[in-house]
């Protein structure tokens, strides 16, 4: 009865594990087509702002938060994924990541942007 046992155990662990994969296939930001929302000029914009420096222009704050912060979050976490940014702070880009949205905020909503210290 043991061996059989194990043997349910182990087909049970096959169905989880082929469920995890499955369920990775399935990239949210190809789901919600995060990719074909910015222009490319300001896909890099705003991911040299965050990874690097530089600032978003009002044009690309405005695609940005067309893009959602959905997306926007997807696209920076894929990126820290990327064995080039392996370095990185996952804390940091997030929080930089964050005041970017702030930022852009405002400027999409015709407000002007207080200018950030
Ligand atoms: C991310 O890592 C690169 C390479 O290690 C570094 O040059 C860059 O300053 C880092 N960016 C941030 C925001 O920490």
């Given at each position: 009865?043991?061996?059989?046992?194990?043997?349910?155990?182990?087909?049970?662990?096959v169905?989880?594990?082929s469920?995890?994969v499955m369920?990775?296939?399935v990239?949210p930001?190809?789901?919600?087509?995060?990719?074909?929302k910015m222009?490319?000029?300001?896909?890099?914009?705003?991911?040299?702002?965050i990874f690097k420096?530089?600032?978003?222009t009002d044009?690309?704050?405005i695609?940005l938060i067309?893009?959602?912060?959905?997306?926007h979050?997807?696209?920076?976490?894929k990126?820290?994924?990327?064995?080039?940014?392996?370095?990185?702070d996952t804390s940091v880009?997030?929080s930089?990541?964050?005041?970017v949205?702030k930022?852009c905020?405002p400027?999409?909503e015709?407000?002007s942007?207080t200018?950030?210290?």
């Amino acid at each position: 009865m043991a061996s059989f046992n194990i043997y349910i155990a182990f087909g049970v662990l096959v169905i989880m594990i082929s469920g995890a994969v499955m369920a990775r296939d399935v990239d949210p930001i190809k789901a919600k087509n995060c990719e074909t929302k910015m222009t490319l000029h300001c896909v890099n914009e705003v991911f040299t702002s965050i990874f690097k420096t530089g600032i978003v222009t009002d044009n690309c704050c405005i695609e940005l938060i067309g893009l959602g912060q959905f997306c926007h979050y997807a696209l920076i976490k894929k990126t820290l994924q990327n064995p080039l940014f392996k370095n990185n702070d996952t804390s940091v880009i997030l929080s930089r990541a964050a005041q970017v949205w702030k930022k852009c905020t405002p400027v999409s909503e015709g407000v002007s942007p207080t200018p950030s210290p």
